[in-house]
């Protein structure tokens, strides 16, 4: 399992790099551009190929790219839509030039519009971001259960692979804070093994791309996005051991988003703690069988 910190990119790409050595990450997980403005960052091909050569002679075995949070590809506002997709685009360009895993998006919000609208328009924009990029993958986060939000379960995810036409570039990526809030359990070896077996028989494990790691500071199914440090959260040493342990979730990228101990993103101690469950998951494991 390749676990590692979203890190940032200020003063350059190749500078995630850098920061991902620090925390001492398998992957990193960055933003293409501030998430909180439209305009893109542009990056050059000698960006591409600084970024490329710092990630190969690093530790760092994958980058992943998260997609913008203003971006809403089920919104009814034509201007917000158009954005959204070219916002899009970009991203998996970005993705293409770094060599990225995949492009990690929220689907969109529906906002209060009728459900079967929102998720065909949010496809429609998924589909034509698709079109105009080729390489990298683009897979569609799991919600917190939030009402609005699309994809706040397996089905709904699978719903919207269905409808943007099943493309082999649509994947998804797994948060287990958004699970266990959207009311999925995970606190036990049991209960992950069940989780896993609907997602594959709802979505395909082939699609699970990511993984996002973080705890979460409320209980299961309160629909709330609210990331804690790992273990301090509801999910638990216990359940934070056995998702992290899950073996069908060998060798993906499991990436933390967690405010860290200063409330400066996940540092070296958090990914080290993150070492350790998944060691004391699998000890549990070997205990049981
Ligand atoms: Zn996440
Ligand atoms: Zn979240």
Redesign the pocket.
């Known amino acids: 399992m390749l676990i590692g910190a979203h890190v940032s990119t200020a003063g350059g790409l190749a500078n995630a790099v850098e920061r991902g050595i620090e925390t001492e990450s398998d992957a990193i997980q960055i933003f293409n551009q501030s998430p909180r403005a439209w305009r893109p960052t542009r990056y050059t091909g000698d960006d591409f190929a600084a970024f490329r050569e710092a990630l190969d002679s690093s530790r760092v075995e994958a980058a992943m790219i998260?997609a913008v949070y203003l971006i809403n590809c089920a919104s009814k506002q034509q201007e917000i839509r158009s954005k959204s997709i070219a916002s899009l685009i970009h991203a998996l360009r970005v993705g293409d030039g770094m060599g990225a895993e995949g492009v990690?998006l929220h689907a969109g919000s529906r906002k209060g519009e009728p459900q079967g609208p929102s998720m065909k328009r949010a496809a429609q924009a998924i589909s034509e971001g698709l079109a105009e990029s080729e390489g990298c993958p683009l897979l569609l986060?799991n919600t917190a259960g939030t009402q609005g939000p699309l994809g706040r379960d397996f089905a709904e995810l699978a719903e919207l692979i269905e409808l943007a036409g099943g493309d082999e570039r649509l994947g998804v990526?797994v948060?287990c804070?958004?699970l266990f809030a959207s009311g999925y359990d995970i606190r036990s070896i049991e209960a992950v093994a069940a989780v896993v077996d609907q997602l594959d028989s709802e979505i395909g494990l082939e699609r699970l791309h990511c993984l996002?790691v973080?705890d979460s500071k409320v209980g299961l199914g309160a629909n709330r996005d609210l990331?804690a440090n790992l273990p301090d959260g509801e999910i638990g040493r216990e359940g934070l051991g056995a998702f992290l342990s899950e073996p069908r979730f060998e060798g993906l990228p499991a990436?933390l988003?967690v405010p860290g101990p200063e409330g400066k993103g996940p540092g070296a101690a958090q990914i080290r703690l993150a070492r350790e469950l998944l060691e004391s998951g699998r000890a549990e494991r070997a205990r049981a069988s």
């Open positions: 998260h990690v986060e990526c948060d804070c958004h996002h973080n990331h990436l988003e």
